[in-house]
């Protein structure tokens, strides 16, 4: 019996261990990221290029917030790199508009964002003319839920609908419903 107690307190100390090593990691993990968004609100960080086509700067990044008013910063040029980004290419950590966006709120031609509008979106919650995202708008909608003339998911619904259940004129599915 006292083995057997002993072997508990073995197996309870491990547990201790494992799930002390397990939080120290994820407080790790916390700091590296707090630590980062502190040096963006601590120094804000801004470049642009010298070189101009057509009135914009070939690359312009602008990270943190402004420090006077206490606004988001804003990249504009061929190559946008920031907070809030607006360019051909647009790489923003909070908005992004161009012909190609990246960030998670974006608006462009192509844009990849977790909300974003399109002509083609890949998105997880996306509008576009080619949308592909959990939950997909467009003419052509592919995804878990789909609404679009072509539309192609788990749930889809559109003219021609192809799904598990599909809702439309033409629909290839299990569980199918035509108009």
Same mark, same amino acid.
């Not at 299990?174 to 108009?179: A, L």
């Given at each position: 019996?006292?083995?057997?107690?002993?072997?508990?307190?073995?197996?309870?100390?491990?547990?201790?261990?494992?799930?002390?090593?397990?939080?120290?990691?994820?407080?790790?993990?916390?700091?590296?990221?707090?630590?980062?968004?502190?040096?963006?609100?601590?120094?804000?960080?801004?470049?642009?290029?010298?070189?101009?086509?057509?009135?914009?700067p070939?690359?312009? #990044?602008?990270?943190?917030?402004?420090?006077?008013?206490?606004? #988001?910063?804003?990249?504009?040029?061929?190559?946008?790199?920031?907070?809030?980004?607006?360019?051909? /290419?647009? /790489?923003?950590?909070?908005?992004?508009?161009? #012909?190609?966006?990246?960030?998670?709120?974006?608006?462009? #031609?192509?844009?990849?964002?977790?909300?974003g509008?399109?002509?083609?979106?890949?998105?997880?919650?996306?509008?576009?003319?080619?949308?592909?995202?959990?939950?997909?708008?467009?003419? /052509?909608?592919?995804?878990?839920?789909?609404?679009?003339?072509?539309?192609?998911?788990?749930?889809? /619904?559109?003219?021609?609908?192809?799904?598990?259940i599909?809702?439309?004129?033409i629909?290839?599915a299990?569980?199918?419903?035509?108009?």
């Open positions: 019996m006292e083995n057997r107690e002993n072997f508990n307190d073995f197996n309870n100390k491990n547990l201790l261990e494992k799930q002390f090593v397990k939080f120290s990691i994820i407080k790790r993990f916390l700091g590296f990221f707090h630590n980062i968004s502190n040096s963006f609100i601590k120094s804000p960080y801004t470049y642009t290029s010298k070189s101009n086509f057509l009135g914009l070939l690359l312009s #990044i602008n990270l943190g917030p402004d420090t006077k008013e206490g606004e #988001i910063r804003c990249a504009k040029g061929i190559i946008a790199i920031g907070m809030k980004a607006t360019g051909v /290419i647009a /790489i923003g950590f909070f908005i992004a508009r161009g #012909i190609f966006s990246l960030a998670p709120l974006s608006i462009g #031609i192509a844009s990849v964002s977790i909300a509008f399109g002509l083609i979106s890949v998105s997880v919650f996306g509008f576009g003319l080619l949308s592909v995202g959990i939950i997909s708008f467009g003419f /052509i909608s592919v995804g878990i839920f789909a609404l679009g003339y072509l539309s192609v998911g788990i749930l889809a /619904i559109g003219y021609n609908s192809i799904g598990i599909a809702i439309g004129h629909t290839k299990i569980f199918s419903i035509k108009n």
